[in-house]
Structure formats: C-alpha cells, structure tokens
C-alpha cells in the first residue's frame, strides 16, 4: 500500500489562494462609493447586456470581479433566496448582512472541498440604508460587505473596490473621496481613478460612456432602490 | 452549499412548489378536498366585489371598490383590489379574500422575479399567460368556492396600447379591446360602461366613466363599496402607460365622486 502524500493545511490554503488570486489580478475593477443620494456601482465593462452589478431586491444589490459564469449562478440563487425569504416574511427583513453570510458560507464551502476549483470571483453585496429607521439601528447606514473567494468578508465603508488593482484604486479614493458627493461628481472621481491607474498603460485605453457600467441604489426611489444608468445618462453626467 | 440546481429552469411558483410547498398552502391545500360538492351558490357567494379596467388613448385604467364582505356583514371597508404588478402591468381580483391577495402577491413577485433574472421584462401576454396557469392551479379551491378571479390590464409596449385580459375558473384567458368588470356587481359596472364607453376617449373620460361605473355597481349590489364620504374612503383607481403605473390620488378620486354626486 503506498503512503499518501502529506500537504499540510496551510499549504492547500496557500496553493487555493495564489491561484484565485492569479485569476482576480486579471478581473476588471468594480467601485461601490456612497453619493449624496445613495451607493453608486462603477465597473469597467463594454460589453452591452452581460453585467457585473445587478439587482439582487428591493435595496440590495450585487457587484462581482472575476469569472462571470461562477458569479451569474450565485446572482439568481440570490434573488431566489430573498424573494422566498420575503414572500415566507416580510421584505424588509431581507438584509445584505443575511445574504452576505449565505455567499460567504457557500463560497466557503466551495474553497475548502478537497474535489472542487475555488470560486474565482469577489463579491460586494451592497444595501442601501433606511432612512427612517430608529437612530440605533444599524439599518440605518448603507452597507457594503466585501466577499473574498473564500467566503471570508469584511464590512466596508463608503467606498469598496474589487478585481485586479483594487488596491491601487482604494489608495486613490483614499485621497480624493469626500462625502456628499453628487452622483456626477461622483461617477467622475471614479472615471479619473481608472484613468489615473491607466496611466502607463497603452495610448489607446479609454474610458467612456460606452466602457462603463453604471449602476446605483437611490434612496429617491420607491420600493425598487436600484436603477441602471443608460449610456445617455452617463453621457451626461460625465460631460 | 447553496443549491444551485435550478438554475435557468424555474419561475418562483415553481420553485416555491418545490422547494418551499408549505408557502403555498392556498394553492395546493386543495388536492384531498376536491371532492367536496359544487353548488351554483358556492361559486356566485364569494365574487363579492366590483373591479374593471378600461382600455383609453394613452393606456388603461383599472379600478376597484374597497369593500370586503362576509355573508350580509361588511367585513372591511379599506380592502385593496388593485395591485401594480410591474412597471406596465396591474392585477384586479375578485373572490376569497385570502386566496385572492395571495394570488395577486405571488404573481407580482413571479414577474419581478422574471425580470431580475432575466435582465429584461416578462411580455405582457407571457404575464397574461402565466396568469393563466395560476388561476388553474387554484381550482380545487374554486371547486369549493374559494373562487379567484383576476382581471389582468397592462400597456403593451410593443402593440404600443393598453389591453385588458379576464379570466374563468379553469384559468381560460380572455382578451377584452375595450372593457370589462368582474365581481358581483361586475354586470352593473358593465351596463354604465357599455352606455359611456367610446373608442380613443383620454384618460380624463376614462376615469370619470370608471368612477360612475363603481357607484352604479355599489349602488345596485350589496357587496361593492361605493365612495364612502364619511370616512373618506374613495375606490382605487390605477393608470397604465408607457411611462408606468400610477394611481390616481385620492384627493383627485373624492373630486371626480363630488362632480359626479353634482350631476345626479
């Protein structure tokens, strides 16, 4: 009988992360920052009906950097999750704080199975606040969890970034983001960062209306919090 | 791990059957009772309502009383009949309450839940359709009389005009050009809408027709609630166009019952 081979623990953790992160390096950038009206999502995407922020309900949405097919499933069953859980309940006792720990068990499950690939994806589950919620609650203050591969997530605030230079657009807003913004202000700080980050990069890279998708989570909204931005729209407000 | 095998295969009716029957008491409760004798009475007793839609030049207007009735008592005077379903469409019900606010709360996140996960808008005949199949599935119930009767309305943005669809107990659909009423006093509604109903009248027209419509309707039947002055309880009253659904305030629905009452 032949000896397994011993890999120790750390080693499997360490072999899984390098790899993910192999594939997150390559993962165009999402930026969730607050705005005066609520949370706006920005991600560098050309493409015109394949989407990287999406409505998950009724104040809650996702952003994803990574492999969009491993990302896509996660999307519905989170739509199927909240909406049973509203329909068994209530809606507003759907939170991005139970849906966070829903991926985050999944994807931790996943990471840690001896027979399967890590998920190649991060995760930001955003949730706009309740403004009228009593001064105590933590409802009351828009929320941002960022999902590693690995289910392993931290809360974030006012701004999160995921995909391959998060690191290097999150020491950017660090300087330049202030509070309050207006939703063009605000979509143009993040135009600039990417610029900025693309600096050395090849003549023809841009950035424009046509190379973005822009998302948002609008407390001036009825019940449907979310809305996306028409290329026309952001037009506008990059002008 | 989070259960990924249903992806792309399954609406939310079909998921909750599945996945989460006890959710759906209503609609499958049923099964082991269906036997229970079907009386002529039992099917009339519980339309207790008027609601309709009317087909008008920018779209249609559906309306609803606010009365809810048990036997000769009112049960409640502030019920809601009408629900906006998506952006372009709203559902009316008439019979068992519960079954029926069921039913409109189900359909509503069924479509929505079609929209979310397919990026675009269920059509508006795939609403009417799957309607359908809701209605049917609730006809062990209705067998008992706990009937539910929709009436669908909704802009089509592709026919680029507003369409109403009615419904029988066995989910069979019906499209209406122009307009229609259901309840128990759905036939009185019709009778003054037959009488002031003409092709391409605006939205002003429309809802002062509807309005007249409700009061015949609570004033000929014992379970439609008219406007209730008092307590200033006024029908509801949606539009649907291109640009949405809307309901008309309240403050505008108690203006056009003062005008009518003025003109009586």
Not at chain 1, 48 to 70: C, H, M, N, Q, V
Not at chain 2, 146 to 165: E, M, N, S, T, W
Not at chain 2, 190 to 219: C, G, H, M, N, S
């Amino acid at each position: 009988m032949s000896t397994p081979y011993y890999v120790s623990p750390e080693q499997i953790r360490q072999d899984k992360e390098d790899f993910v992160s192999r594939g997150i390096a390559q993962a165009k950038e999402v930026v969730v920052l607050e705005y005066r009206d609520g949370l706006l999502m920005v991600a560098e995407n050309p493409r015109k009906t394949t989407f990287k922020i999406s409505e998950i309900y009724d104040r809650i949405a996702l952003a994803a950097a990574g492999r969009i097919a491993e990302y896509e499933i996660l999307r519905v069953v989170g739509i199927r999750e909240s909406e049973v859980k509203g329909f068994r309940y209530y809606r507003e006792d759907v939170t991005a704080k139970w849906l966070t720990n829903l991926y985050s068990q999944h994807m931790g499950a996943v990471a840690q199975a001896w027979d399967a690939k890590p998920l190649e994806i991060e995760l930001l589950v955003c949730e706009l606040g309740v403004t009228d919620a009593p001064a105590n609650s933590e409802l009351r203050n828009n929320q941002i969890y960022h999902i590693a591969f690995d289910g392993i997530y931290s809360e974030e605030e006012k701004y999160a970034v995921i995909g391959g230079r998060a690191t290097a657009i999150t020491e950017i807003l660090e300087q330049r983001y202030t509070d309050g913004l207006e939703m063009s202000a605000a979509l143009q700080l993040v135009t600039q960062t990417f610029r900025t980050i693309e600096a050395d990069a090849a003549d023809d890279y841009q950035i424009n209306p046509q190379t973005i998708e822009v998302a948002c989570l609008e407390q001036t909204a009825e019940r449907r919090k979310f809305r996306r931005l028409s290329t026309d729209e952001v037009t506008t407000l990059l002008d | 791990m989070l259960d990924l095998s249903d992806y792309g295969t399954s609406g939310f009716f079909q998921i909750l059957k599945r996945r989460h029957p006890e959710l759906l008491a209503t609609f499958t409760a049923s099964d082991g009772a269906s036997n229970a004798p079907v009386t002529e009475a039992s099917f009339r007793h519980y339309e207790a309502t008027t609601v309709l839609a009317v087909v008008y030049n920018a779209g249609v207007v559906m309306a609803g009383d606010r009365q809810a009735t048990e036997g000769y008592q009112v049960g409640e005077r502030r019920i809601q009949k009408v629900y906006p379903v998506d952006r372009h469409s709203a559902i009316a019900v008439a019979g068992a309450a519960g079954p029926c606010i069921e039913m409109a709360k189900l359909f509503q996140v069924e479509i929505e839940f079609y929209e979310k996960t397919e990026g675009v808008s269920l059509s508006l005949e795939g609403q009417a359709n799957f309607l359908s199949h809701l209605v049917r599935s609730n006809l062990g119930l209705a067998m008992q009389g706990l009937i539910v009767l929709p009436l669908f309305a909704g802009y089509d943005l592709k026919r680029q005009r507003g369409r109403i669809f009615k419904y029988d107990a066995i989910g069979g659909r019906y499209e209406e050009d122009d307009y229609y009423a259901i309840g128990s006093g759905g036939k009185d509604a019709r009778t003054t809408l037959k009488k002031r109903y003409t092709p391409e009248i605006d939205r002003q027209r429309a809802l002062e027709i509807v309005a007249e419509a409700i009061w015949d309707a609570a004033d000929e039947d014992i379970a439609t609630g008219g406007p209730d002055l008092i307590r200033k309880i006024f029908p509801t009253l949606y539009t649907v166009t291109e640009e949405g659904v809307a309901e008309v305030p309240e403050t505008a629905v108690e203006v056009l019952y003062n005008d009518l009452i003025s003109r009586l």
